[in-house]
């Protein structure tokens, strides 16, 4: 028996990787993380590991643009 077609337009599906890594603000800024927080931190100063602790905005028109695309849910 065949499928009915659904009436309206497609589900937008979310690109979960990019969901994952990105965050927004409250003012509505793309966030990331920072890399190197896996391993191989015993030798950073305390400092330099506080600081991977930060998210950091995204830079980039066409980056923001990109992430926007792939995952149009994000809040």
């Known amino acids: ?5 659904k009436e ?7 690109h979960k990787a990019t969901s994952k890594r990105f965050g ?3 003012s509505g800024k793309i966030v990331r993380t920072k890399g190197g927080k896996a391993h191989l931190r015993r030798k950073r100063s305390k ?7 930060e998210m ?6 066409g980056l923001i643009k990109r992430v926007r695309r792939l995952a149009p849910n994000l809040k």
Not at 8 to 14: A, N, V
Not at 47 to 53: N, S
């Open 47 to 53: 400092r330099v590991k506080a600081l991977f602790a």
């Open 24 to 26: 927004v603000t409250g």
């Open 8 to 14: 309206g337009k497609f589900k937008l599906k979310t």
């Open 56 to 61: 950091v905005p995204v830079k980039g028109r």
């Open 1 to 5: 028996m065949p499928r009915k077609q």
